[in-house]
């Protein structure tokens, strides 16, 4: 995706921020970061609100069949796929870097909740971690003679593993944080390295964009 096409959907993502949540959220630094803009609540109390149990319940009895952290670990793995892997500027690597860090923290919400749907989009961001050039800098990247991985992209983006162990591989890290759906689906074959076409369109309508 070039520049300008980031620039756009941002500029469409801001818009429909503003439209959607009713002033709920908001995008205070666009006009300095562009595409890499934050958002976030307009008040702690926001979070607050939709933190009691109230607010749970009124949004997850009306919309049982939305699973929010599969959207979310869809939506960070098109995020990824957005990238343009010719930028090798410090922004677009701590851009990259949190959003492995928000992407991992939905994997393991949704391995506490004994949920496998996270499995195929671990697998995919993986393959997309290890190809950008910016990311996958010499010092951590693979050794393709041996098969044999130097410090994995996991270790650079998790504070649990970071200084005190030792992950070479996203197996690895699954063993060491308890990511039993991957281990489950690793030791099965059945791992699929791919996002499913069911869980993108469906993401394509939420941001209507299909």
């Known amino acids: 995706m070039t520049v300008d096409e980031q620039n756009f959907r941002a500029e469409q993502t801001r818009r429909r921020v503003y439209s959607r949540c009713k002033g ?4 205070p630094n666009y006009q300095r970061d562009g595409s890499y803009a934050r958002v976030q609540f307009i008040h702690r109390t926001v979070k607050d609100f ?3 149990n109230r607010a749970l319940y009124f949004f997850t009895s009306n919309t049982q069949k ?26 677009s690597m701590e851009c990259f870097s949190d959003l492995l860090e928000g992407f991992l923290m939905q994997c393991h919400w949704l391995e506490k ?16 971690a290890k190809i950008i050039p910016f990311w996958a800098a010499p010092s951590f990247s693979i050794n393709r003679d041996t098969e044999t991985c130097l410090p ?18 996203l197996l690895d890290y699954a063993k060491i944080r308890s990511l039993n759906s991957y281990i489950q689906a690793t030791a099965n074959g059945g791992l699929r390295v791919a996002i499913s076409i069911s869980h993108e369109r469906r993401l394509m309508r939420l941001m209507g964009i299909d």
């Open 24 to 27: 709920l959220l908001e995008v």
């Open 113 to 128: 909740a004994h949920s496998p749907e996270y499995v195929p989009f671990l697998a995919a961001m993986d393959q997309f």
């Open 66 to 91: 939305f699973n929010s952290h599969v959207t979310l670990c869809a939506s960070y793995l098109l995020h990824a796929d957005a990238i343009d892997p010719q930028h090798k500027d410090s922004k």
């Open 50 to 52: 939709l933190e009691e």
């Open 152 to 169: 994995h992209w996991t270790k650079r983006v998790d504070f649990y593993v970071r200084s005190c162990c030792e992950v070479n591989s």
